[in-house]
């Protein structure tokens, strides 16, 4: 690969291969924080290269809580990675954001715990005290809305994306609290990658995919895998021909 901009796709439930990718070579990268999820697979769509990783691994076998988020984002960092689209599937709160719909958050709220959330362990030379304010990329926004645009897809172009710990699902009444919070939709993975890669000085957007409706939403049914597996089959391959459509552009950021 070349000196240029790089551009990485964090791949979510749903997204843990990239088969348009061409020319595929694959590096395993050991970090000072341990293993990542998988090999960093390398590749190009139409002369554009990327980075592609799945943060569950590649037989989608680590649970959100498990995910070593700061081996994954050092090891991009360390490739030269700059700009990353991180794909999660998530839940549904408010009315708007029904299956299927593909959400571009502009805000965060962190309900995790005892995750590896910092680079400012024992091992730090000194504390950064990063600022979160705006944490996702409105540059890398601009360009995923424009791409939902010209394919066509309905999107929502903010959002307020509510971590949570996972791996099991919420409640009926954490859903209500968090919609109270101000939150839009509900996922497992948005955090602590959204801080380590603005501690790290890389551009990072979400790129959200409404799989179900949160607990209490919707018709208030149980939540069952099969429905998630439905709109996720038909979700995610929108989200595919997005990030292709959307590569030309990131790859001049």
């Avoid at 595929?24 to 390398?42: A, D, H």
């Avoid at 360390?78 to 958050?105: C, D, L, R």
């Avoid at 602590?192 to 990072?204: G, K, V």
Wanted: a negative charge; one cysteine or more.
């Amino acid at each position: 690969m070349n000196n240029m901009t790089r551009i990485a796709i964090i791949g979510g439930t749903g997204l843990d291969e990239f088969s348009a990718l061409q020319n595929l070579r694959s590096k395993k990268i050991t970090t000072p924080y341990g293993e990542t999820s998988s090999v960093l697979m390398f590749g190009a769509i139409d002369g554009h290269e990327l980075i592609f990783l799945p943060r569950h691994g590649e037989r989608h076998n680590i649970a959100p809580h498990n995910i070593n988020y700061r081996a994954n984002l050092w090891a991009l960092k360390e490739q030269g990675v700059s700009h990353i689209v991180a794909v999660n599937a998530v839940g549904g709160i408010t009315k708007n954001m029904p299956p299927e719909k593909i959400v571009f958050p502009d805000q965060i709220i962190d309900y995790t715990y005892s995750r590896q959330h910092t680079y400012s362990d024992d091992n730090a030379n000194s504390v950064m005290h990063v600022d979160l304010s705006l944490p996702y990329s409105d540059s890398i926004r601009r360009i995923l809305q424009a791409a939902a645009t010209e394919q066509g897809s309905a999107f929502e172009s903010s959002a307020v994306y509510g971590a949570t710990q996972g791996p099991r699902l919420e409640t009926v009444a954490e859903i209500a609290r968090m919609e109270r919070d101000g939150c839009d939709i509900v996922g497992m993975t948005g955090m602590p990658e959204a801080s380590l890669a603005r501690e790290l000085d890389i551009e990072y957007a979400c790129c959200a995919l409404v799989v179900n409706w949160a607990a209490g939403k919707g018709d208030g049914d149980i939540i069952t895998m099969d429905v998630i597996e439905q709109h996720m089959r038909s979700g995610m391959a929108s989200v595919r021909q997005l990030l292709i459509g959307a590569l030309p552009a990131l790859s001049k950021l």
